[in-house]
């Protein structure tokens, strides 16, 4: 459990109707494609993309319910300590090698079973609980569902775009990714999952974070760990972000300049160059 109380009713009532409300959103799409082949990235067709959703909720059912079935994949969970986010794509190829069902009826029934399921267990959670994650980190419950709510909104963006779908990602169930999943990471502990080749830096990079959609947070980059910055610390950079636009930056979706140019996230602050670096070492898998 975690010494104090991180996640606020709000945040965890959201995180919890955020999940209900994109896993409708996202198998409504689904239901729409025609040609559950089509290649909706480099790798990736809809019935993948639906394969991986699915063993993400799998997981996490799991994980709540320790009777709940395993994913039927040899040596995925002595793999899983050791992930960082430059080689979790291993684990996404292991898992679409042995999970081998595309089509999309049954996938989406299983996916809408282990949600209801990871709901249901839940309620009554406590959501600041910790839990093991990939690389020897920490998430808190309502960690998980940030995290869930945002592969839901992602992928279901790759979808949508590759099928001329329309797609929402409401700021309110974004934001979750970076304010419940994220920060709660980073407070929890992350252990070696952002583990790099970048060398630490001596000075201090303090990064503020501002949206509309939360709470003003502050991070700092320290020997090349990263924290939550200590009250009235002094920011070389501010970053003002749509939570969509941020997210779909940090993914890869959409480039760094285009996502500026079209105001989804502004720089600015004494040393606003200092926010590539950061980005360097407090990265996602793109």
């Not at 209801?116 to 808190?140: C, H, M, V």
């Not at 760094?256 to 600015?268: E, K, Y």
């Amino acid at each position: 459990m975690a010494a104090t109380a991180t996640v606020n009713p709000q945040q965890w009532r959201a995180a919890r109707e955020g999940l209900a409300a994109a896993t409708d959103r996202f198998a409504r799409l689904v239901e729409s494609v025609d040609r559950p082949q089509t290649m909706v990235t480099a790798h990736w067709s809809v019935a993948d993309t639906v394969v991986h959703l699915v063993s993400v909720a799998w997981w996490y059912a799991t994980k709540l319910d320790p009777q709940h079935p395993p994913l039927p994949i040899p040596g995925l969970d002595a793999r899983l300590p050791t992930v960082t986010v430059d080689t979790i794509e291993g684990v996404n190829d292991l898992v679409l090698a042995h999970l081998t069902e595309r089509d999309p009826a049954p996938l989406l029934a299983q996916f809408r079973a282990d949600v209801a399921k990871i709901l249901s267990i839940a309620a009554d959670r406590d959501p600041d609980e910790l839990l093991p994650w990939f690389g020897d980190a920490r998430a808190p419950l309502a960690g998980l569902f940030g995290h869930l709510v945002n592969e839901l909104l992602v992928h279901g963006w790759d979808i949508a775009r590759a099928t001329g779908r329309p797609w929402e990602m409401p700021g309110r169930e974004a934001v979750l990714f970076f304010e419940v999943f994220l920060v709660g990471v980073v407070r929890a502990g992350y252990g070696r999952l952002l583990d790099n080749d970048e060398p630490p830096r001596e000075r201090p990079i303090t990064v503020e974070f501002r949206s509309a959609y939360c709470a003003d947070v502050t991070l700092v980059l320290h020997r090349g760990l990263v924290s939550i910055a200590a009250p009235g610390a002094r920011p070389d950079v501010r970053v003002r972000f749509d939570p969509a636009a941020l997210n779909l930056m940090l993914f890869g979706r959409v480039g760094r300049v285009r996502t500026a140019l079209t105001g989804g996230v502004s720089i600015r602050g004494r040393r606003p160059w200092l926010l590539f670096p950061f980005l360097r070492v407090l990265r996602t898998p793109s």
